[in-house]
């Protein structure tokens, strides 16, 4: 069995790193021993290593479910670039790419295989894999398998049953944003042993948090951008119409700005992607379809134009900021407009009434942060179970709290026409 120092001197000689960064060094540990892990780490901890660094000490093959055609398509281009046997399946590569890849993993060629969990659970795939030397299963993004999670998919669902049919492999799962209920629901669906648990907190302390009430229009955006010139960031916005928009008026300001949704033309979205990666000073002004797996150190800002669609979102979405550990900032802007709209989204989908339940008691919290009378960290990590002191590092704490007269919106709040939610997060007081 490979023990830490083998694991110490890839860390060095393929990687490049002189040490781990905290909580790394356990979490491999445990799985060189040969255990199930379950790892919530914040983002920018370095959680893809914990699975990519053993798979280089074993002699069979290791499998990554990602949630994200380009997420695989960055770490594999890493990995690639390390000089690592690594490679995807998706409906993004050309047939030949595909047949290429199947032969690899028919003669035991790949270290890493990513593939996505619709393909992965195809009666095909799955004996392709049975036949192949799978050692170990690494489930990223695992928040996914909890139907409580803030991005759930079903398929994501089927992985317990997936882990069975490859001989009970050894298993491990990654995320960033799972507060209790939903590590709870990923124990009882993925394992069939009780793994490893790993909690290393939720804390970002380089990344300035600061919320905005709307006002002005554009002028909170372009004053936000113009404060950092030169600086790349992300700008997310609730419309693939106003990210084209915005990208538009932000490069009439003199930014560097591109956009990035779901609608554009594919070969244009990587084109952008690439840009924004490769280039300094890139604004990216994007829906969320951007950002899960984007692996750039030094973004030194990300602001929404528009709130989030929840707590868990909004967390994964500014923790794209700052993961070189060098200062970044962070600016929602928040309006009723935006609130109304995240309650009619809840209110018109179609999962159940207790999912609809829940996801009210996510949005009510993203409101609460934004209306918290006190320290803006404090607050978000309580919803996460944590307890700190005040940080000293967002608005709150740097600039005190702005005093209005709140009388009208607390009767429009009140009212009979806007229904409260039926529950609470932890700790956190529900809102309207």
């Not at 990590?381 to 700190?388: K, V």
């Amino acid at each position: 069995m490979p023990d830490l120092a083998a694991a110490e001197r890839i860390l060095r000689t393929t990687f490049g790193f002189e040490a781990f960064r905290p909580g790394q060094e356990d979490i491999v540990a445990s799985i060189l021993g040969g255990h199930d892990v379950l790892a919530v780490m914040p983002t920018g901890s370095g959680k893809s290593l914990c699975y990519q660094l053993p798979a280089l000490l074993r002699d069979d093959l290791t499998v990554v479910v990602s949630p994200l055609i380009a997420l695989m398509r960055n770490q594999v281009a890493q990995l690639r670039g390390y000089g690592i046997a690594a490679a995807a399946l998706n409906s993004a590569n050309d047939a030949a790419d595909n047949w290429a890849t199947r032969d690899q993993i028919a003669r035991g060629e790949l270290r890493l295989l990513y593939i996505a969990p619709e393909r992965l659970v195809k009666a095909e795939t799955l004996d392709l894999l049975k036949r192949a030397k799978v050692g170990l299963l690494a489930v990223d993004e695992a928040h996914c398998i909890s139907q409580w999670g803030h991005d759930f998919r079903p398929e994501y669902a089927a992985l317990g049953a997936v882990q069975a049919e490859l001989g009970d492999v050894q298993t491990v799962a990654f995320t960033a944003t799972a507060d209790a209920g939903t590590r709870t629901d990923i124990l009882d669906k993925l394992f069939s042993r009780p793994p490893a648990v790993f909690v290393h907190g939720f804390d970002r302390p380089n990344l300035r948090l600061a919320m905005q009430a709307k006002a002005g229009g554009r002028k909170q955006i372009t004053d936000f951008i113009g404060a950092h010139a030169g600086q790349s960031g992300i700008v997310y916005c609730a419309s693939r119409r106003k990210t084209e928009e915005l990208a538009e008026a932000l490069r009439g300001s003199g930014a560097t700005a591109l956009a990035y949704h779901a609608g554009m033309d594919s070969m244009e979205r990587s084109r952008n992607q690439d840009t924004f990666l490769q280039d300094d000073g890139i604004v990216m002004v994007a829906t969320v379809a951007f950002g899960m797996g984007i692996d750039k150190p030094d973004i030194r800002f990300v602001l929404h134009a528009d709130m989030p669609s929840n707590i868990e979102s909004y967390y994964q979405e500014i923790g794209r900021a700052g993961r070189d550990g060098l200062a970044a900032d962070t600016l929602m802007l928040y309006g009723m407009g935006d609130i109304r709209l995240r309650r009619l989204q809840i209110d018109e989908s179609e999962a159940s009434d207790e999912q609809k339940r829940i996801d009210r008691q996510r949005l009510n919290a993203l409101v609460s942060l934004c209306e918290s009378p006190r320290c803006r960290r404090q607050t978000l990590l309580t919803y996460f179970g944590e307890t700190i002191e005040p940080c000293a590092n967002c608005d709150f704490c740097c600039d005190g709290a702005e005093v209005i007269d709140g009388t009208i919106a607390a009767q429009k709040a009140l009212s009979p026409s806007c229904a409260p939610a039926s529950a609470s997060a932890p700790n956190i007081s529900p809102m309207c």
